[in-house]
């Protein structure tokens, strides 16, 4: 396939049928935090864009970080795991929930 003058070398215009397209448009949940989940992304800075960027990849892509995120015994969160951090989840059909961020071992009291 040749591209057309004038675009960038590599880059060529295509043109996409809309009812494809439509089907290939995933609905992404909204992302609510607490206030509670506010300070301690705030607390814990060098790591709040890390976590962030998780949480936003998962409510886009669920499949993303499948072994990161568990359901938890007994509750309807979900626990996410970046790195040494976790983030209780709670997720309804329209959008999560961001009830704690911690450290491994305090964020579940």
Known sequence: ???????????????????????????????????????????HGNMATRVRRAIEEYAADPAAHANNVTQLVGSSARRMRVGGYRVILVETDAEFSTARVGPRGGVYE
């Open 1 to 43: 396939m040749r591209c057309q003058r004038g675009l960038q070398a590599g880059w060529c215009a295509f043109r996409i049928d809309p009812i494809i397209a439509h089907r290939y448009v995933l609905a992404v949940k909204t992302i609510r935090y607490t206030t509670e989940a506010l300070r301690n992304l705030k607390r």
